[in-house]
């Protein structure tokens, strides 16, 4: 009889294991089939944009897009949009990127993606992620002014897509700050084009100085590692102030 009970209680342990077996593989099935209807149609967004002959989706199309979501195209959630794919290059998002950005978004319609957009712009703005995005926003623009046969030569942003850079980026943070600096920038004629160290040492100016000193700039050490760009800078301020 023990035998007996004992026989039993395996081929019930066995049939509950059989069962929860079944019903995993069925969930990751399913799980799987979802994940594939989803890329499909995160895909299928992509070519509804893309250049056939490209196979990207290139300035024009980036337009038809910013269109359908009722979004400016110069309007900085479209950069943010950039940031998310991990766009390589000013102006274009290839299928990887594109999928990359959706995904994680969680956006495989148009409706969904244009819905995306505030949870988007909050995300950026934590200062965790923000500094990487001011980062990245001078690297995607660098490569849109970048020509094949010196590329590996450029390395800084000339003063006037700087000035409409910084407003687009940091105006929103720093809006008086940044005018000023903007209105420095057009007047003065010893930069021609900023570099990367100047762009981040201004972020950190901002950061630092500007909140505390702001406009007197009282706590600006000049012996600090600034770029000179910024020494000039304070010194035209001082001088315009008096």
Same mark, same amino acid.
């Given at each position: 009889?023990?035998?007996?009970? &004992?026989?039993?209680?395996?081929?019930?342990?066995?049939?509950?294991?059989?069962?929860?077996?079944?019903?995993?593989?069925?969930?990751?099935?399913?799980?799987?089939?979802?994940?594939?209807?989803?890329?499909?149609?995160?895909?299928?967004?992509?070519?509804?944009?893309?250049? =056939?002959?490209?196979?990207?989706?290139?300035? $024009?199309?980036?337009?038809?897009?910013?269109?359908?979501?009722?979004?400016?195209?110069?309007?900085?959630?479209?950069?943010?949009?950039?940031?998310?794919?991990?766009?390589?290059?000013?102006?274009?998002?290839?299928?990887? $990127?594109?999928?990359?950005?959706?995904?994680?978004?969680?956006?495989?319609?148009?409706?969904?993606?244009?819905?995306?957009?505030?949870?988007?712009?909050?995300?950026?703005?934590?200062?965790?992620?923000?500094?990487?995005?001011?980062?990245?926003?001078?690297?995607?623009?660098?490569?849109?002014?970048?020509? &094949?046969?010196?590329?590996?030569?450029?390395?800084?942003?000339?003063?006037?897509?700087?000035?409409?850079?910084?407003?687009?980026?940091?105006?929103?943070?720093?809006?008086?700050?940044?005018?000023?600096?903007?209105?420095?920038?057009?007047?003065?004629?010893?930069?021609?084009?900023?570099?990367?160290?100047?762009?981040?040492?201004?972020? *950190?100016?901002?950061?630092?100085?500007?909140?505390?000193?702001?406009?007197?700039?009282?706590?600006?050490?000049?012996?600090?590692?600034?770029?000179?760009?910024?020494?000039?800078?304070?010194?035209?301020? =001082?001088?315009? *102030?008096?």
């Amino acid at each position: 009889m023990r035998r007996s009970a &004992s026989k039993k209680t395996g081929q019930s342990n066995s049939t509950t294991a059989s069962i929860t077996s079944s019903a995993t593989d069925l969930f990751r099935s399913s799980s799987g089939k979802a994940s594939s209807k989803e890329m499909e149609r995160i895909d299928n967004l992509f070519y509804s944009y893309a250049n =056939r002959s490209s196979g990207m989706i290139d300035p $024009e199309g980036i337009e038809t897009l910013c269109s359908d979501m009722e979004v400016d195209h110069t309007d900085v959630r479209i950069l943010m949009l950039a940031w998310k794919m991990r766009a390589e290059k000013q102006g274009y998002f290839t299928l990887e $990127e594109w999928r990359q950005g959706l995904k994680s978004l969680r956006a495989d319609t148009l409706n969904k993606l244009k819905k995306a957009l505030p949870d988007l712009e909050k995300e950026v703005k934590r200062p965790s992620n923000f500094v990487d995005f001011y980062n990245y926003a001078f690297r995607y623009c660098l490569t849109g002014i970048m020509s &094949s046969q010196w590329k590996e030569k450029q390395k800084s942003i000339d003063i006037e897509s700087i000035c409409q850079l910084l407003d687009l980026v940091l105006g929103s943070h720093f809006q008086a700050q940044v005018d000023y600096f903007i209105e420095y920038l057009k007047i003065q004629s010893d930069y021609k084009v900023i570099n990367m160290d100047q762009w981040m040492g201004f972020y *950190r100016f901002c950061n630092e100085v500007l909140p505390i000193s702001f406009p007197d700039f009282s706590n600006y050490d000049p012996e600090l590692a600034w770029p000179l760009i910024l020494d000039n800078f304070v010194e035209w301020m =001082r001088a315009k *102030r008096t």
